[in-house]
C-alpha cells in the first residue's frame, strides 16, 4: 500500500515562504502524477500544482509565478515551494499521486499539513 507523508507546514507571516515535502513509501517513479491540492476552511479541495511523470508542469491560476512543485525520484519525494504567500494560501494541503490500475485511475493521499499565512 502506499503512503504519503507531508511536511513543512507552519504559521508563516504574509509575504513569506515555506517548503512542503511529501515523500512516497515506495518509487515515485510508479506513478502517472504527483500533485499538491489545498482546502480551506469551508471550501472545497482544489488542486494547486500537478507534476506529471512526462515532465509537465500544471499551476492553478492562484499559484502561477508564487509556488513550484518539483520532483526528485531518487528520493522518492515531490515537494512545494511556495512564495509570496498570502492569507488566501491558508488551508491543509495534501500529497497527491495517481498511476493508472486495471484501465481506472487510483488516488493516494497524504494525511495533509496545515499551512496558515498571517497578515
Known amino acids: 500500500q502506499v503512503q504519503l507523508e507531508e511536511s513543512g507546514g507552519g504559521l508563516v507571516q504574509a509575504g513569506g515562504s515555506l517548503r512542503l515535502s511529501c515523500v512516497a513509501s515506495?518509487?515515485?517513479?510508479?506513478?502517472?502524477?504527483m500533485a499538491w491540492y489545498r482546502q480551506a476552511p469551508g471550501k472545497q479541495r482544489e488542486l494547486v500544482a500537478e507534476?506529471?511523470?512526462?515532465?509537465?508542469?500544471n499551476y492553478a491560476d492562484s499559484a502561477k509565478g508564487r509556488f513550484t512543485i518539483s520532483r526528485d525520484d531518487a528520493k522518492n519525494t515531490v515537494y512545494l515551494q511556495m512564495t509570496s504567500l498570502k492569507p488566501e494560501d491558508t488551508g491543509v494541503y495534501y500529497c497527491?499521486?495517481?498511476?493508472?490500475?486495471?484501465?481506472?485511475?487510483?488516488?493516494?493521499w497524504g494525511q495533509g499539513t496545515q499551512v496558515t499565512v498571517s497578515s
Open positions: 515506495g518509487s515515485t517513479r510508479v506513478f502517472n502524477a
Open positions: 497527491n499521486a495517481w498511476k493508472i490500475v486495471i484501465f481506472t485511475r487510483r488516488d493516494y
Open positions: 507534476s506529471t511523470s512526462g515532465g509537465i508542469t
